[in-house]
């Protein structure tokens, strides 16, 4: 059964940039078509972030976030990896690490909150 | 891109039947079949309970049903139970790569 574990700091200052890692276990990760990252403002709904594909490196953003946000794999050591520049207030929020892409996001890790505040 | 929109809340009583409706665009819901939905339970992960409008993925209970109707997409709940008390979202491919989730409906079992 493929696991997802986010990882990073919990707490971000304003302006700075928010780094994340997802392990990925069970399953290869080079099988999935995409890996995404997700997030959930507390109390509110769900906001895709990008996508990555494993085999040719494609990445696609929101494009809300794209001048901000970038996405990276390393399918030998199973991480995938996001980072948010230039961060404010507003992307407080769960990250969640998802194996999928839009025809469906079929596994979740378990998120994980990064605050931004001084 | 906007978000789908979807009622802030729905419920029913045990064993009754509930239908959440998830209303987009021609350019999303109303273009292509990647609509899915997701249940997600307080403080927990979402879960996806059905993908391509109305596949259910290996584990998903029978109960939980998905259509779609030109721009509308819709999950049905059948033979409610206490745990199908959750959010449910809805999310569509709308091209280009790009994709959007619905607001968000919180369920409640009478």
Redesign the interface.
Known sequence: QVQLQESGPGLVKPSGTLSLTCAVSGASMSNAGWWSWVRQPPGKGLEWIGEISPTSGTDNYNPSLTSRVSISIDTAKQHLYLKLNSVTAADTAVYYCVRGGWSNFDRWGQGTLVAVSS | ?S?LTQPPSASGSPGQSVTISCTGTSGDVGAYD?V?W?QQHPG?????II??VSKR?SGVPARFSGSKSDSTASLTVSGLQAEDEADY?C???AGN????????TKLTVL
Do not use: C, T
Not at chain 2, 44 to 48: E, G, I, R, S
Not at chain 2, 97 to 104: E, I, L, M, P, Q
């Open positions: 891109q978000a990647y899915s997701y927990k992960a979402p879960k996806l993908y391509e993925p979202y999310s569509a491919y790569s790009n994709g959007v989730f619905g607001g968000g």
